[in-house]
């Protein structure tokens, strides 16, 4: 079964090892050989990673006469962004609400108050 494209991405990003690689090549496109450096792993390793990451949309790779550059795909951010923001600004509207309510409440039944920590309900 196919994940729909959303859940692709994050799973991807799930891993700290793909998250560094994308973080990297959104510096600069490097060889799989170049991005498997810093890891104590094998370039093998670093291309199922890479394989991961360009089934969700998120690298590609190309030809540059003998060298294979991968790119990041920032596009797929954006899918990303969408879906965040979304949800991101549902919450500040709740958070908004929330004020508005606590703010129209009388002092003396707030939660806040503390002169009626103690008292008789």
């Known amino acids: ?26 510096v600069a496109d490097a060889t799989v050989g170049e991005l498997a450096a810093p890891y104590d792993v094998t370039v093998q390793a670093v291309s199922k990673h890479l394989k991961v990451l360009e089934d969700a949309g998120l690298v590609s790779r190309s030809r540059e006469a003998q060298r294979r550059p991968v790119h990041l795909e920032a596009e ?37 108050n503390p002169s009626q920590e103690g008292s008789p309900p």
Not at 1 to 26: C, E, G, K, N
Not at 90 to 107: G, H, I
């Open 1 to 26: 079964m196919v994940a729909d494209p959303l859940s692709q991405v994050f799973s991807a990003l799930a891993d700290p090892t793909r998250r560094d690689i994308v973080a990297r090549l959104a």
């Open 76 to 112: 797929v951010f954006d899918l990303m962004t969408k879906w965040i923001e979304r949800y991101r600004r549902q919450a500040e509207e709740r958070y908004r609400r929330l004020d508005d309510v606590l703010r129209d409440m009388p002092d003396d039944v707030r939660p806040d």
